[in-house]
């Protein structure tokens, strides 16, 4: 008896944590060079703008995937993206208050705008 009560209250703490799992949609819109919009707006089905959808613990975790989405390895097709997250339905920030992730984004100066 003892022993089934030790497994089941790891259990609930384990079943619990994922029904505490929030949305995080990451919205991007994506600038592409010149004459590679085709390619360029590939990963949005075509479109210049689309969101993703994951699930996140916190409105940190989301905002770290947020982040991680500026980056861009492809320079000579996409020239700048503009990153947006929501959390459970409400927008979140960079922890200095823009919506737009990309702005603060460590490698803006050497992945965007190379064309």
């Known amino acids: 008896m003892l ?7 790891p259990l609930m703490m384990l079943f ?3 029904v505490f799992a929030g949305t995080c949609e990451i919205q991007y819109e994506r600038t592409a060079c010149p004459g590679k919009e085709k390619i360029s707006y590939k990963k949005c089905d075509g479109e210049k ?8 613990a916190s409105a940190a975790e989301c905002r770290v995937a947020a982040t991680k989405s500026c980056a861009n390895s492809r320079f000579t097709v996409t020239k700048s993206k503009v990153i947006n997250a929501v ?7 960079t ?12 490698n803006r100066a050497t992945e965007f705008n190379q064309c």
């Not at 703008?49 to 996140?56: H, I, N, Q, W």
């Not at 459970?88 to 920030?93: R, V, Y």
Request: glycine content about 6%.
């Open 95 to 106: 922890d200095s208050g823009k919506a737009d992730f990309c702005e603060e984004y460590a």
């Open 16 to 18: 619990s944590a994922a």
């Open 49 to 56: 703008a689309c969101s993703k959808f994951m699930e996140s």
């Open 87 to 93: 959390f459970d339905g409400s927008a979140i920030t």
């Open 3 to 9: 022993l089934s009560r030790c497994l089941l209250f």
